[in-house]
């Protein structure tokens, strides 16, 4: 059981590693801009959010 479980999850890791290790790059070098405008963009969204998520949260609680 030992055996086959270490060969068996390096195989899986293994074509998604490929695959996350450009996409990690290419992701990191796209978001540094993005993720300033999204800062100053996430706290002024982030608040009307949180009410209304509350609000959503009692309505479902209610039916």
Do not use: H, I, N, Q
């Amino acid at each position: 059981m030992s055996l086959p479980t270490p060969p068996v999850m390096l195989s899986a890791p293994d074509p998604p590693s490929s695959v996350s290790l450009p996409a990690s790059p290419v992701s990191v070098s796209s978001p540094p801009p993005p993720r300033m405008l999204l800062s100053a963009a996430l706290p002024r969204p982030v608040k009307l959010p949180a009410p209304v998520y509350c609000k959503f949260s009692k309505s479902v609680s209610s039916v």
